[in-house]
C-alpha cells in the first residue's frame, strides 16, 4: 500500500493482503486523508458482490448484508475530512447474499408508492364529474346550482399551487419518502371529511384538504421515481404517473356512477392507507440520503435499488464524488446562494417546464376531466347515452396513458411532444369547426365531434399529459431539484385552476365554438415554441442532463 502513485491514477486495493476484519495499526498522515478516503470509495463502487444461487440456498440466506461503510463518519456539515479515521478495510464486505428479488422489482415497488400516491390525486381530479350531477339532482340533500357547482370544481384546484410550493420545501428538508407520509394524513382526512358531509361546508373543505395533497405529491412523484430508477426504466415509470391519473379518473367515474357520491368518498379513504404500507417498504432516496451526507444509508439503499452492476457503481461512484466536492467548497453566503439562483442549470429547465405545463393546461385537458358528462352533452348533443360515451373517453384515456408508458420508453421526448401537440390542437380546432357549421342543430352525425374527442385524448394523453411530469423530475439540478419542480408544478395548477373555473363560463357566455378553438389555438402555439426549446432527455443520466444546461444554449436537444 505504500507504493509511489501518480495523482491521476486509481488506486488498487489487494483484498488479499486486507482482508475486512484486519485491523490496521497504522496512523494515517494528514495529507493522506483525502488519497485514503477516495481509494476506499473507489472499493465501494468497484467491488464485486458474488451472488450465488443454489438450490439448497433458496430458502435462506447466508448472510445478510453488513458492516457497509466502516469509516466514513459524519460531522454535522456532512463528510468532513478532516475527522476521518481512515483504515484499510474495504467499504462493502464480501457477503454471500442470495439475492431473491432483482432490481427491477425493486425499483417498480418504490416506484408504486409514489404513483399510488398520484391515483389517488386521480380520484380526486374526476370526482366532481360523478359528485356534481348527483348534487343537482331534485333528491339532493344539498342543494347546488351553477356557481356552487364551479366552486366543488375549482375549490380542489385552488390550493394545488401552494400545495407544490410547500412539497418541494418537504422533500428537500424531511426527504422523498418522508414527505410522502406526510401527505398521506391530510389526503385521509379530506376524503373523510366528504364522506361525512351533510352540508356544503364540509364538502368544500374535504376538496380542499384533497387538492392540497394533489398539489403536494406534484414535484415528490416524478423527483423520487427518477432519484430511485435506472435511466433505462426511468421514462416507463415517470410516464406511469399520468397513467395513474387517468385509472384514477376512471375509477371514480365507475364508482360514482353506480354507488352514491359518499360512498365513492369511503373507497376512496382507502388508497393513502394502501400507500403508507408501501412506503414502509422501501428505502429513502439515496440521491437525497448522500446530499445530506448519510453516505452509509445511502449506498445501502442505492445498491437495495440498483444492484451491483457496473453502470449502477459508476452513477453511484458520481453521486458520492459530488458530494464529497460540495463537502470542500466553502459554505456559501446568502448573497450567493441567491445569485445561484439565476444559475442557467436553474433557469433554463424552469422556463421550459413552464412554458409546458402552460400549454398542456390550457390545451383544455382538465376542463375535459371535470366537466365530461357537461362538455359531451354540448358537443355530442342527445344522440348517445353521455355517461356511456364518459366511460368510453376515460377508457380511452387509460388505453393510452397505457401506451404512452411504452412510447416514452421506445421513443424520445421532442416527437412525441410535437406529434402530440400537433394532433390535439387539430382535434379541438375540429370541433370548434363541427359545432360552427351544425349552429347547435340536431343532427344524426354526434359520431364525428365524439370521434374528435377520442382523438383530443389519444394526441393528449401521448405527449402533453405525461412528458412535462416525466421532465419535471429529470431536468433540476439536485441542489434545486425541489426548488424547481416546485415551482414549475405550481404553475401548472395556478393554470389548472384557472381553466377549471373558467370553462363552465367560457362555454356560457362565449360558446362551445370559441372555447374549443381556444383550447386549439394555444395546443397550437404552445407546441410551436416547444419545437425550438424543449430538451431531449431520454436515455440520459439526471447528471449528464445538468450539465448540458449548464452551456450556453437553452435546448440540449
Known amino acids: 500500500m505504500g507504493e509511489d502513485r501518480k495523482d491521476n491514477e486509481d488506486v488498487t486495493v489487494d483484498e488479499t493482503e486486507a482482508p475486512p476484519d484486519a485491523e490496521d495499526t497504522t496512523e494515517p498522515k494528514t495529507d493522506d486523508i483525502e488519497d485514503n478516503m477516495q481509494k476506499q470509495i473507489d472499493v465501494v463502487i468497484n467491488k464485486e458482490m458474488p451472488i450465488k444461487y443454489a438450490d439448497n440456498a433458496i430458502r435462506q440466506r447466508e448472510n445478510e448484508k453488513s458492516n457497509y461503510i466502516q469509516n466514513i463518519k459524519n460531522s454535522s456539515s456532512g463528510l468532513s475530512l478532516s475527522e476521518l479515521n481512515m483504515k484499510e478495510e474495504t467499504l462493502l464486505t464480501d457477503s454471500k447474499t442470495v439475492v431473491r428479488f432483482s432490481p427491477i422489482w425493486k425499483q417498480t415497488l418504490a416506484s408504486m408508492a409514489a404513483i399510488l400516491m398520484t391515483f389517488t390525486g386521480g380520484l380526486t381530479s374526476g370526482y366532481s364529474a360523478v359528485l356534481l350531477p348527483q348534487l343537482k339532482a331534485s333528491d339532493s340533500s344539498i342543494p347546488c346550482d351553477e356557481s356552487t357547482a364551479s366552486w366543488i370544481a375549482a375549490m380542489a384546484a385552488l390550493p394545488m399551487a401552494p ?24 389526503f385521509l382526512l379530506g376524503w373523510i371529511l366528504i364522506a361525512c358531509a351533510n352540508n356544503l361546508a364540509l364538502i368544500l373543505l374535504g376538496r380542499f384538504f384533497t387538492g392540497l395533497c394533489v398539489g403536494l405529491i406534484g414535484p415528490l412523484g416524478p423527483v423520487f421515481i427518477s432519484e430511485t430508477t435506472s435511466p433505462q426504466l426511468r421514462g416507463i415509470f415517470l410516464a406511469a404517473i399520468s397513467l395513474a391519473i387517468a385509472v384514477g379518473i376512471l375509477v371514480a367515474h365507475l364508482i360514482g356512477t353506480w354507488v352514491h357520491w359518499q360512498w365513492t368518498a369511503i373507497v376512496s379513504c382507502i388508497f393513502p392507507i394502501l400507500s403508507v404500507i408501501l412506503l414502509s417498504l422501501i428505502p429513502e432516496s439515496p440521491t437525497w440520503l448522500i446530499s445530506k451526507g448519510q453516505i452509509e444509508d445511502g449506498v445501502k439503499a442505492f445498491t437495495w435499488l440498483r444492484g451491483y452492476d457496473e453502470e449502477a457503481k459508476l452513477e453511484l461512484k458520481g453521486i458520492i464524488d459530488k458530494r464529497k466536492a460540495a463537502d470542500n467548497e466553502p459554505v456559501p453566503t446568502l448573497r450567493e ?88 390542437a387539430l382535434s ?9 357549421w351544425t349552429d347547435g342543430q340536431p343532427t344524426n352525425l354526434s359520431w364525428i365531434p365524439l370521434s374528435l374527442l377520442m382523438l383530443y385524448i389519444c394526441a393528449i394523453s401521448i405527449g402533453l399529459v405525461p412528458l412535462p411530469w416525466m421532465m419535471c423530475g429529470e431536468v433540476f439540478p439536485i441542489k434545486v431539484r ?8 405550481a404553475t401548472t395548477f395556478v393554470s389548472f385552476f384557472i381553466v377549471v373555473k373558467t370553462a363552465p363560463g367560457m362555454m356560457t357566455d362565449l360558446g362551445e365554438v370559441v372555447t374549443f378553438l381556444f383550447y386549439g389555438i394555444i395546443a397550437l402555439i404552445g407546441t410551436g415554441i416547444l419545437y425550438f426549446i424543449l430538451p431531449e432527455t431520454k436515455g440520459k443520466s439526471l447528471q449528464e442532463i445538468e450539465d448540458k444546461f449548464k452551456s450556453n444554449k437553452i435546448s440540449i436537444a
Request: aromatic share 12%; net charge positive; proline share 3%.
Open 428 to 436: 379541438m380546432v375540429g370541433l370548434s369547426m363541427f359545432l360552427y
Open 163 to 186: 400545495g407544490c410550493l410547500i412539497g418541494g420545501w418537504l422533500m428537500e428538508k424531511f426527504g422523498r419518502r418522508n414527505a410522502h407520509y406526510m401527505v398521506c394524513a391530510p
Open 482 to 489: 425541489g426548488l424547481g419542480s416546485g415551482i414549475s408544478s
Open 337 to 424: 446562494k441567491i445569485r445561484s439562483l439565476k444559475s442557467p442549470e436553474l433557469v433554463k429547465p424552469l422556463f421550459i417546464m413552464i412554458i409546458f405545463f402552460i400549454t398542456c393546461q390550457f390545451s383544455g385537458v382538465n376542463a375535459i376531466a371535470f366537466y365530461s358528462i357537461e362538455i359531451i352533452e354540448k358537443a355530442v348533443g342527445k344522440g348517445i347515452d353521455h355517461y356511456t360515451a364518459m366511460f368510453v373517453i376515460d377508457s380511452l384515456r387509460t388505453i393510452m396513458s397505457v401506451v404512452a408508458c411504452v412510447t416514452c420508453k421506445k421513443y424520445g421526448r421532442r416527437p412525441l411532444c410535437i406529434l402530440s401537440g400537433i394532433f390535439t
